[in-house]
Nanobody, 122 residues
């Protein structure tokens, strides 16, 4: 069993930065791929990025490529999402998820956090 808790969201101006954290409980967290997804009001949940178990492989949605960076700290059981050059269209609730498969399909992830709100003002 893995429990995930996101933090680090908030209000930021366009062009600014935020770093989200996804802290996990459970000794098996290192065996899971971890993804970040986001959901804006009235829109479907969309894939943002994912990182492999060992942290050596990452994948990004085209909309965030070059601006967002995912990383993981095995010792801290935490995955981070560094978000730079934020745009108003990045406004959403951001969720981290852990799964046996690291891909863009939300329904393949087994565990989800409660989400953290990111609001980017223009």
């Amino acid at each position: 069993q893995v429990q995930l808790v996101e933090s680090g969201g908030g209000l930021v101006q366009a062009g600014g930065s935020l770093r989200l954290s996804c802290a996990a409980s459970g000794r098996t967290f290192s065996t899971y791929h971890v993804g970040w997804f986001r959901q804006a009001p009235g829109k479907e949940r969309e894939f943002v990025t994912t990182i492999s178990r060992g942290g050596g492989s990452t994948n990004y949605a085209d909309s965030v490529k070059g601006r967002f960076t995912i990383s993981r700290d095995a010792a801290q059981n935490t995955v981070y999402l560094q978000m730079n050059s934020l745009k108003p269209e990045d406004t959403a609730v951001y969720y981290c998820a852990a799964g046996r498969f690291g891909n863009a399909q939300a329904n393949l992830y087994d565990y989800w956090g409660q989400g953290t709100q990111v609001t980017v003002s223009s």
